[in-house]
């Protein structure tokens, strides 16, 4: 098996595995928009249930408009999978950035078909200002994008020399 193959079962098992149940541990022991302070005046476990988009946006919408978020979600994850078949192996780091971003979207699609919703449950906050709640699938998502955009800066940086 080619070494982009192990990287992509290596990253997303642990991805979906961490993912999937710290969320079912979070839906079944905290009640919901319950806070149990971790450190305080920096970190909550919190159990959200959004049914928008990133950070709630549109969550107030219709059936319509989450079944779009839906579709989109799948989409992004086929055309992640599109392009992770057509990378060559150079080196480790953009598999590895691709599999963080398809661990977190496969993550986070699994709940939007079960639930029609994802669970968060991550709260950073400095006192009163709060970063909106978040899963360990978003986090892997964000984490593979930086990644990502850093190693293109780095490629193209690279090809404007020669």
Not at 50 to 71: Q, W
Not at 144 to 150: A, D, N, V
Request: charged letters at 20%.
């Amino acid at each position: 098996m080619k070494k982009k193959y192990w990287i992509l079962i290596l990253t997303i098992l642990p991805i979906l595995l961490f993912d999937q149940g710290s969320k079912k541990v979070i839906r079944e022991k905290v009640m919901i928009n319950h806070s149990i302070t971790i450190i305080e005046g920096y970190f909550n476990i919190v159990h959200i249930e959004n049914p928008g988009a990133v950070f709630g946006f549109l969550s107030d919408k219709d059936k319509k408009v989450k079944n779009i978020f839906l579709f989109i979600s799948i989409f992004a994850i086929l055309f992640i999978i599109y392009l992770f078949l057509k990378i060559q192996e150079k080196n480790a780091l953009l598999p590895f950035c691709l599999s963080l971003v398809l661990g977190g979207a496969a993550g986070n699609l699994i709940d939007r078909i079960r639930f029609g919703m994802v669970t968060d449950f991550l709260d950073f906050h400095w006192h009163n200002h709060h970063w909106p709640a978040f899963n360990i699938a978003d986090s892997a998502i964000t984490i593979g994008m930086i990644m990502l955009i850093l190693y293109m800066l780095e490629e193209e940086i690279k090809r404007r020399k020669d």
